[in-house]
């Protein structure tokens, strides 16, 4: 009995910790394609390996199950290394890092977050984007 407990914990943790991303494979072009399809926008995460802030949003917001539980619902979430994806990056002028660009199924920017943010900011700046009042 006290080995199949032991074995349930485990699995449940291993699930937690190891939470499907909320980021997903996609080329930008099938991103789109899927966006459009099912009535999301697409989230742009540009990022470069060097960067902290980046790290950073790694670390603490991406992870947040309030933050995972909102891509979900309502974006095809894309990750970019903007230093080696050179052509959707200058298409759409990423010069800082990190940026998260929010971005209609057509290709038109709703708007950009630039800089960290916390869990608690980015889903508020996220929220007041979608309302048409984002501050960068």
């Known amino acids: 009995m006290r080995t199949r407990l032991l074995t349930a914990f485990f699995c449940v943790a291993a699930s937690w910790v190891f939470a499907a ?3 997903s494979d996609l080329s930008f072009d099938a991103a789109r394609k899927e966006a459009a399809k099912t009535g999301k926008i697409i989230l742009i995460d540009f990022y470069a390996t060097w960067c902290g802030p980046c790290k950073l949003l790694d670390k603490t917001t991406w ?8 891509l979900e619902q ?3 979430a894309l990750r970019i290394d903007a230093e080696k994806e050179t052509g959707l990056s200058r298409r759409y002028d990423i010069g800082e890092y990190p940026t ?3 971005i209609t199924p057509k290709g038109k920017i709703i708007d ?3 800089g960290y943010r916390d869990p608690k900011q980015f889903v508020a700046d996220f929220d007041a984007a979608l309302a048409g009042s984002a501050k960068q």
């Open 112 to 114: 950009r977050l630039t």
């Open 63 to 70: 992870p947040d199950p309030a933050v995972s539980q909102l």
């Open 74 to 76: 309502k974006t095809v």
């Open 100 to 102: 998260v660009l929010l």
């Open 21 to 23: 991303s909320p980021f």
